[in-house]
């Protein structure tokens, strides 16, 4: 074979070729823009394509991560969480009751295409929300005539869209209303505190969408660039599906800050070693955005241990806790029994409790994480750093104590046939998983000489089997949406998610919880919160779950790009970026 | 299913079977390479009983010592992401791989010698049907289907060994088929059948020993083939699900973490490799003891 | 050279393969249909929402039902429906789009694999019974006995990273529009490729041996002609024939081994779509592109018995 010449085997990162066009440097603010780059492109992989970026139909972190770059609502979640209008050109006017907002907005909104942005748009995004009733819809439920919308049975395609134009009211929020162009009002139906958190919440329902555009191509409008119409800085210029994605700065944007990265290309690869290889080597600006931020151990390990490396790793607290959760009701809609349900009284909570003490929360940071993508959950459920999070060291079930283990073990169930045959299930799609549940069933072994079988059971059928109590024992976890407690509780336990029943990982509900829940979120978030800590104290004192451990996301950023970043819940906009000279 | 590494050199044997069989045993212990890798197969086996009553450590036992650490004098070969020992982990390794491998081969011998004896011999409509169900997935990708397999079924061992042999057994009965449809044609079955012997015993006493050369052959190339299946399997995800280890998910979380702890992908790699050849150079050295037309 | 028996026989062959791939994929169809709607459950996705889901892909119809759509649409308009996972995916072009990228790899796998394999076989033979034999036998016995992943670990290992000085770049997957070029796509075509070309060593040395005791090749050495001329011209020509034998096997091999590849390199082709799909019980999409491959290697397989013809003037249909 004749010899090949080593400059072919250079070979540079996935889509290199596409993204190197020169571009002139962006506007930018002016105010520190010495050395920028004369190629402001910003290059970075995701590990899966995103499943939609219809606001409507959004439920993903990739999918909100993306889109909140393309999309706006009538008021955001700013770097630090705190809400600051958007569209709107101030925070809403609230009546003292605190049944109505008034939003005024701004009058120089327009989508990518020229369309100018009134009022009308609001409503029509809001409706047509609420009418699809995608995953986020229930942030609008306290609209008033929301219970009229979630019920109507057209919720896609041309049908909804012709419903939608001729304002019928099976489509249309009683308690939206615009009284002119640039104003929209809206009357909830009982107080919320937790209204404003929810429509802030970037790239979901709240957002707004062109009709003309929609109207269309009613379900795929998102997935062609001419049609991906939004108000955001960005608009996407190209989308080869499950390979890549391009996004261009729109010129005369609106808002602020004026982008100054110009073009954003998105790589979607499969396998988190390869990419973080091919960032290294240059391919990639930075690595972790898109909702990513899970790179494995080994890999930030070595970052960690390679000199000039090392600087560029970001390490952050995500807002996200994961725990074992026991199946508490077995009934006709929940197939798992076992000896952890409620109805075995104290026998069971006691088998419950040394289930949760026999584990050591801390070797599981250090084993499974190093302690540096995971920190154990010592605080309650809430993931630290949030509204509604407890305190340090304060969550009983968080304890590691093995000789009360086995004593509990031993006084509850003396001949052991009660925890006989156990199993816990798990998603193994993501890696971290796996080892953990490997861990448990270690510790369970070791500390309480108890074996415990590992169910692994694909993920989608796994939320779809954990929803309906088919498993004893199993993971769960919780990524918050928005910093307000409200988010938590009405979505794990209690009636509003639908426990007893199905729907509901725990099967947990109880008057007194359904009660307090009610209260709290009724109130405005200050006097809220030590109802919400009570609804923890009584989540612990029942032992309905086992702790486990906060997540820590990892980025990885090139010294050369500024403005990157996160805060727990969202990657820092695209508009913030700059990428100097290097 | 066809496979590449499955393709056999088929000849009818001749009918003197005492001295074949010695014939073939003195060709196979000359054989150097075949001796070899049966002492090796052996004590493949003779590791992987012993890994059913003892290991170094609990194969399963987490956090023993540093997670990723590299070979020392208390851990021969290191530890794993979770700080398990990668020597205990490999032992009961060994037992899936032979369980997989063998216990394959086993049921593709029991599902598809007799429907290819029957079919080769009685031809008719049954011998239509196989032909054609074995003409229509000739051409189908076995793995693809073996994930389908698996994903219908879920991923465990059991259900990779169903999977495995529901793509393979078709390959044993084509082999079959064609023994069978050649044999019958010989003097010694006519006189058989002239002789009042019943088809059972035509079939089992007679054929079916004249077509064990090829069958033995095709059977122990089979199994470093269902081996190699499994790890792909568990590289993709649906293989065997933890913490039973198989050397393919070690492989798999070796090479995931390759840049960092290089020696965790080593070990199962090694293992698997030498123990494919041992099975592929002892199929060998059968397939040219069992030919005749080699020479002595 | 085409008679009209094998034009004939062509026809038959479509029909047949046409059968074959509206069997299988009926069967894969009915067989992952008993799990209906798992793709498109997510930790958020409950109740009513998912209904409308269902609703959106008909998966609440009853199985014939749906089962009579999915053929009718693939027969009619060649549709094979929307990804469940990524709304608004349109399956046909995806896997299209994808079928060339894994052809390209295949095709120079395949390349490699007979290339090497034959050159090695040829040489085996020549040497037969010195170290040089030995040698490439055992080397090749070693390939087919390494999983493809492997072999493609340590080249990366060994290319991509301990001699990154010198080569000063990433052997991930680049794409180059529609084709990507050989400085990319050598490493996972060697992976792909290395274990099916120690098979076709095997095969060529085998019958190569053969053909060499033959008489006609006795009789061109007593007439003279230069070995290379005898081996290249007469020998070779004959010791193609069970390398073409088993050349569906190997592409079979090779799609087999694509999906293990593509995962690893990262390359957007057919076996990482599959793979991934399976992963994510997107079943629409693995039900598209396992009708791809039945329909591909039934070609495949046609072309063969095709090549046959051209290599063998014996054989005719």
Redesign the interface.
């Known amino acids: 074979m004749a010899p ?1 010449s ?13 993204s190197l066009v020169v571009v002139a440097c962006g506007p930018g603010n002016g105010t520190q823009s010495n050395n920028l780059a004369a190629n402001q492109t910003l290059k970075f992989p995701i590990l899966g ?4 970026l ?1 606001p409507a ?1 959004l ?2 972190e990739t999918d909100s991560e993306i889109a909140q770059n393309v999309f706006n609502g009538l008021v955001k979640f700013d770097n630090n969480l705190n809400i600051v209008p958007d569209i709107a050109s101030k925070l809403p006017d609230v009546s003292s009751d605190g049944m109505t907002y008034t939003f005024t907005l701004r009058q120089d909104v327009t989508f990518s295409n020229g369309d100018k942005v009134t009022s009308k748009d609001v409503l029509y995004s809001w409706n047509r929300a609420a009418a ?6 229930g942030n609008l439920a306290a609209i008033k005539g929301y219970d009229v919308v ?1 019920n109507n049975k057209v ?2 395609g041309a049908p909804l869209e012709a419903l939608l134009e001729k304002n019928d009211p099976s489509v249309t929020l009683s308690g939206l209303t615009a009284p002119d162009q640039y104003t929209v009002k809206v009357q909830l139906s009982s107080p919320a505190g937790w209204f404003l958190s929810a429509i802030a919440l970037e790239a979901t329902t709240g957002m707004v969408v062109d009709q003309n555009v929609v109207k269309n191509d009613f ?2 409008w ?2 062609k660039p001419a049609e991906m119409v939004g108000t955001g800085a960005y608009k996407m210029t190209a989308y ?5 994605v391009d996004f261009q700065a729109i010129s005369n944007w609106w808002g602020s800050p004026k982008p100054t990265v110009q073009k954003v290309h998105i790589d ?4 988190a ?3 973080i ?2 960032y290294e ?1 240059g ?1 990639y600006d930075i690595y972790g955005y898109g909702g990513y931020s899970n790179a ?4 930030i ?2 970052i960690q241990g390679t000199a000039n490396e090392k600087n560029q790793l970001l390490l952050h607290p995500k807002v996200r806790t994961t725990w074992l959760q026991f199946n508490l009701v077995h009934d006709a809609a929940r197939s798992a029994a076992g000896p952890f349900l409620l109805s075995g009284g104290t026998t069971a909570k006691n088998l419950r409790l040394a289930f949760a003490l026999a584990i050591d929360k801390t ?1 599981l940071a ?3 994480c ?1 302690d540096i993508v995971c920190a154990p959950a010592t605080g309650g459920l809430i993931t630290k750093g949030l509204i509604g999070y407890v305190g340090d060291n304060t969550d009983p079930l968080a304890k590691f104590d093995a000789t009360q283990a086995k004593q509990l073990l031993t006084q509850n169930d003396p001949d052991g046939s009660k925890t006989k045959g156990l199993s816990y299930a798990y998603d ?2 993501n ?1 971290i998983n ?2 953990v ?3 448990l ?3 369970w ?2 500390n309480l000489g108890v074996h415990v079988d ?1 169910q ?1 059971v ?4 796994f ?2 089997g954990y ?1 309906s109590g088919k498993y004893v024992m199993a993971r769960n976890g ?1 990524q918050a949406d928005y910093n307000h407690p409200q988010d938590w509780y009405d ?1 794990l336990w209690g009636k509003i ?2 426990c007893p029943d199905a ?1 509901c990982g725990s099967g947990y509900d109880n008057s007194a919880y359904d009660t307090l829940l009610a209260k709290a979120d009724a109130e405005p978030l200050q006097q809220a919160i030590p109802d919400y800590q009570a609804l923890g104290k009584m989540l612990e004192d029942d032992v309905t779950y086992v702790p486990l451990y906060y997540s820590v996301g990892a980025f990885l950023l090139k010294p050369y790009v500024r403005g990157a970043g996160t805060n727990n819940f969202f990657d820092y906009y695209w508009d913030q970026i700059q990428i100097l000279s290097h | 299913m066809a496979t590449a590494a499955a393709v056999v050199a088929v000849r009818p044997i001749e009918p003197e079977q005492a001295s074949l069989w010695s014939d073939a045993w003195r060709r196979l212990r000359r054989n150097r390479f075949a001796l070899v890798a049966s002492i090796y197969l052996l004590l493949l086996v003779a590791v992987a009983l012993i890994s059913t009553v003892w290991t170094p450590y609990r194969m ?4 023993i010592t540093e ?2 650490a590299p070979p020392t004098a208390a851990h021969l070969l290191g530890s794993d ?3 398990r020992d990668i020597l205990s982990r490999l032992m009961v390794g060994a037992q899936v791989s032979l369980i997989v491998g063998v216990g394959t081969q086993i049921l593709v011998l029991a599902v598809g010698v007799p429907i290819g004896l029957l079919a080769g011999y009685y031809r008719g409509w049954l011998d239509q049907i196989v032909t054609f169900i074995i003409n229509v997935f000739y051409g189908i990708p076995d793995l693809l289907v073996a994930m389908i397999l698996v994903f219908i079924l879920g ?1 465990s061992l059991r259900n990779i060994i169903i999977a495995i042999v529901a793509t393979r057994w078709m390959d044993m009965a084509r082999l079959v088929r064609g023994q069978a449809m050649s044999l019958r044609e010989r003097e010694f079955v006519e006189a058989g059948r002239a002789a009042g012997a019943r088809p059972i015993k035509m079939l089992f006493g007679h054929i079916l020993p004249n077509a064990l050369g090829p069958i033995i052959v095709q059977a122990t190339l089979g199994i470093p083939a269902a081996i190699l299946f499994e790890a792909f399997l568990s590289f993709l ?1 649906v293989g065997v ?3 039973t280890p198989s050397w393919g998910s070690m492989a798999n979380e070796g090479v ?6 290089p020696h965790m992908v080593i070990a199962p790699s090694i293992a698997l490799s030498l123990t494919l050849m041992a099975f592929n150079f002892l199929g060998d050295g059968l397939r040219d003891a069992l030919d005749p037309r080699s020479r002595r | 050279m085409f008679t009209r028996g094998t034009l004939i026989y062509i026809a038959q062959r479509i029909v047949l393969i046409a059968f074959t791939v509206v069997a299988v994929s009926s069967i894969v169809f009915l067989g992952i249909h008993r ?1 209906p709607g ?12 998912y209904q ?1 889901l269902l609703h ?1 892909y008909g998966l609440d119809q009853p199985l014939y039902t749906q089962y009579w759509n999915f053929v009718v649409g693939v027969v009619t308009r060649g549709d094979l429906g929307e ?1 469940l ?5 349109q399956i046909t072009p ?1 896997v299209l ?1 994808e079928l060339g990228v894994s052809a390209e790899v295949g095709g120079l796998a395949l390349l490699f694999t007979i290339g090497l394999g034959m050159v090695l076989g040829v040489f085996a033979a020549m040497r037969q019974n010195t170290w040089l034999d030995y040698l490439l036998t055992t080397t090749s016995v070693v390939g087919y006995s390494m999983p493809n992943f492997v072999i493609a670990a340590f080249l990366i290992l060994v ?3 301990w001699l ?1 000085n ?12 529609w084709r990507g ?4 796509l050598w490493l996972p075509a060697f992976a792909l490729g290395f274990p099916y070309a120690s098979i076709v060593a095997r095969l060529t040395r085998a019958s190569m041996l053969e053909v060499i005791r033959q008489d006609y090749i006795r009789t061109a050495r007593a007439k003279g002609l230069r070995e290379s001329t005898i081996i290249i011209r007469h020998a070779l020509r004959n010791a193609l024939i069970p390398v073409i034998t088993i050349l569906g096997p190997l592409v079979i091999g090779i799609i087999t081994g694509s999906v293990v590849i593509e ?4 390359i ?1 082709g057919l076996g ?2 599959f793979a ?1 799909s399976i ?1 994510n ?1 997107d079943y629409a999409i693995v039900i598209g592109v396992f009708t791809m491959y039945a329909a591909m290697v039934g070609l495949a397989n046609l072309l063969v018995d095709l090549a046959y013809v051209v290599i063998d003037p014996r054989i005719r249909y």
């Open positions: 090949f080593w400059r072919l085997l250079k070979i540079l990162g996935v889509g290199a070729a596409l394509d995103f499943g939609t219809d139909q439920n993903a699809e009733q995608g995953a986020y819809a979630s919720t896609s379900d795929n998102w997935t080869t599906p499950k390979q890549s979607i690869l499969s396998n070693e390869s990419a290889t091919a080597q391919s494995p151990i080994d890999a390990l070595r070797k250090t084993v499974v190093h193994p799609n890696p796996t080892t549940a490997q861990f069933q270690d510790q072994q070791t590992l692994p694909d993920h989608s059928a939320i779809k929803l919780w979505n998610p639908g729907n | 399963s036992a987490v956090g997670t990723y992401e979770l700080g991923p995800g699900q933890p913490p995931m973490a390759i840049q960092y702890a | 799990l798992d793709a498109l459950l997510s930790e958020r996705l409950r109740g009513s929402a409308i959106h990804s996972v990524n709304r608004g995916l995806l789009r290319f991509g990273i990154d010198l080569t000063g770049g990433t052997f991930y997957y680049q794409l180059g529009g070029d050989i400085g990319q995962n690893f390199f990262g957007p990482k779509e991934q992963l019980r």
